[in-house]
């Protein structure tokens, strides 16, 4: 009965802290909507927006929702700089130039990171962290609770963004017909320099909600968060944000059961098996747009 008890804790607690998963998997799908381009330096602008939240107010005390705040206000400006360098002057008919260059800026922020905090793991400030609501054995952290309703207000926020603004409709007029769009008036450097800004927003708040549940901010993050930010692209299904959303939960439910029976050890391991079996039963994700003719 204990191992049950243990096995829903886990189960829950990876849901919670799956909302990180989600918001990056929606800033990789985001991106790849709009400009049919992946970023991998998403996931490292994201740690580097929260080390930069940490570092412009070491200074002041500040209240851990402020730290949150400059977060995202960090990873929309690194977002609007990581457009500029990697995409704004590179031709995007060379899909090999752009990708590269996000290796490159994903490399040049992880070093940024290393050198400004000498490599040293920082502190990251929770909210909640003291609460804990309790029902016989099974408890739920208020710091995750808080992370994961963080998670829903930035996704019903960003819902509201595409699907009830002149922004959101101009967003997804140049992800279906580009053409079209920019001979209706639309902006297409416009859009996309706006569609870095707003993943870059949430990612700052995923590397604020990575550093706050975890507890600690490092720089060994960027990979593992890029590996995972991909998978849940991929198991989502390209271009769709329910799925990102849907995908992200379930990675992150996954891996911490993997951990509780396997151990830390085999928990990515567990992980790449269920991209590849999606790779292999279902490419197209679990939100796969329907067959037909264009």
């Keep these: 009965m204990l191992d049950l008890i243990d096995a829903l804790q886990s189960v829950a607690?990876?849901?919670?802290?799956?909302?990180?998963?989600?918001?990056?998997?929606?800033?990789?799908?985001?991106?790849?909507?709009?400009?049919?381009?992946?970023?991998?330096?998403?996931?490292?602008?994201?740690?580097?927006?929260?080390?930069?939240?940490?570092?412009?107010?070491?200074?002041?005390?500040?209240?851990?929702?402020?730290?949150?705040?400059?977060?995202?206000?960090?990873?929309?400006?690194?977002?609007?700089?990581?457009y500029f360098v990697a995409f704004r002057f590179i031709p995007l008919a060379n899909p090999l130039a752009t990708l590269m260059s996000t290796v490159g800026l994903l490399l040049l922020i992880d070093e940024i990171v290393v050198h400004a905090t000498a490599g040293v793991p920082l502190n990251y400030p929770a909210l909640f962290s003291d609460v804990v609501i309790r029902a016989g054995a099974f408890n739920l952290r208020g710091d995750l609770m808080f992370v994961f309703a963080l998670g829903c207000v930035a996704m019903v926020l960003l819902w509201a963004l595409l699907y009830r603004t002149r922004l959101g409709i101009a967003t997804r007029a140049v992800s279906q017909q580009p053409v079209a769009a920019q001979l209706c008036g639309i902006s297409i450097d416009g859009v996309n320099i706006l569609t870095f800004v707003i993943t870059g927003v949430l990612g700052g708040l995923?590397?604020?909600?990575?550093?706050?549940?975890?507890?600690?901010?490092?720089?060994?993050?960027?990979?593992?968060?890029?590996?995972?930010?991909?998978?849940?692209?991929?198991?989502?299904?390209?271009?769709?944000?329910?799925?990102?959303?849907?995908?992200?939960?379930?990675?992150?439910?996954?891996?911490?059961?993997?951990?509780?029976?396997?151990?830390?050890?085999?928990?990515?391991?567990?992980?790449m098996m269920l991209l590849f079996a999606f790779l292999v039963f279902r490419p197209g994700g679990l939100f796969a747009p329907a067959a037909g003719r264009d």
């Design 13 to 82: 607690d990876g849901v919670l802290f799956g909302a990180t998963y989600a918001l990056l998997g929606i800033g990789f799908t985001l991106i790849f909507g709009v400009m049919h381009k992946i970023n991998l330096s998403y996931a490292a602008a994201s740690i580097g927006a929260a080390y930069a939240s940490l570092l412009l107010l070491a200074g002041v005390k500040a209240p851990p929702v402020l730290v949150f705040l400059m977060a995202a206000a960090c990873g929309g400006v690194i977002g609007a700089l990581v």
């Design 206 to 271: 995923a590397g604020a909600m990575t550093g706050a549940a975890i507890g600690v901010l490092s720089p060994l993050l960027s990979l593992p968060l890029t590996v995972k930010g991909l998978i849940v692209t991929v198991i989502g299904g390209l271009g769709s944000i329910p799925g990102a959303i849907v995908a992200g939960l379930l990675v992150g439910g996954i891996e911490n059961v993997v951990q509780f029976f396997r151990g830390v050890s085999e928990r990515d391991l567990y992980v």
